[in-house]
């Protein structure tokens, strides 16, 4: 399938001339993700859409404040812990020692600082060195020796590509559920997601 910048603006909600920045690279995601359908391509735009914003935020940021991060990861943050690295009214996020909390020890992440050079990145949040790697040797990008080529528009978009073919998230037509759970694990942003696959998809869909 095959979107104009103008479709692309209204079925993601940005402006248009970052839409006119990205079309190119979307659509070559898009066809290597062989989303063929109004369904397939709206689930990629709502969840491309969830994860970078809008396509606006390609490198994930750890600025939460303490009860977010025991909201987001209640299994790796105790309220206590959570004080001494997540952002307050007195102090900033330790955003490294976030990352190294969350990060740290899986993900293909085994040397110091690995879990703050291999956050999430890209329209997907590629995360971890293993997956840097991987996604790197797919694409065609040596993204384990250079994490940041991944916030470039076109490997942003080629990564969402590698992603989506790995998971086989193609083929869920409107099922935003089933698809969000094989992106994080859980329901995290379903409100968000699913009235960005319904907008995508009127738009999409229209004569």
């Known amino acids: 399938m095959n979107l104009t910048a103008s ?37 990629w735009i709502a969840q491309i859409g ?10 994930e940021s750890l600025n939460y404040s303490a009860d977010g991060l025991v909201k987001t990861w209640p ?14 009214a007195s102090k900033p996020a ?7 909390i969350v990060y740290g020890g899986r993900l293909g992440n085994i040397h110091p600082g690995d879990s703050w050079r291999f956050r999430g990145r890209g329209l ?11 996604c790197g040797q797919s694409i065609g990008a040596d993204l384990e020796q250079e994490p940041s080529q991944i916030a470039m528009r076109s490997t942003a978009a ?41 907008r995508a998809l009127s738009v999409l869909t229209r004569v």
């Open 7 to 43: 479709k692309l603006a209204q079925a993601m909600g940005i402006g248009d001339d970052a839409a006119a920045l990205w079309i190119a690279h979307v659509n070559n995601a898009i066809a290597q993700c062989n989303c063929r359908t109004p369904e397939h391509a709206a689930m």
């Open 94 to 100: 330790d955003q490294q020692e976030i990352a190294e």
């Open 75 to 88: 299994s790796r943050f105790t309220p206590e812990s959570a004080a001494r690295v997540g952002r307050t």
């Open 124 to 134: 997907i949040q590629i995360t971890g060195r293993a997956n840097y790697r991987e």
């Open 158 to 198: 080629l990564s969402t590509a590698w992603y989506w073919r790995k998971h086989k998230l193609t083929g869920y037509n409107g099922d935003v559920l089933a698809v969000t759970r094989r992106i994080n694990g859980g329901m995290n942003g379903i409100e968000d997601r699913q009235r960005r696959y319904q």
């Open 50 to 59: 969830h994860e970078s914003a809008g396509m606006s935020r390609l490198v």
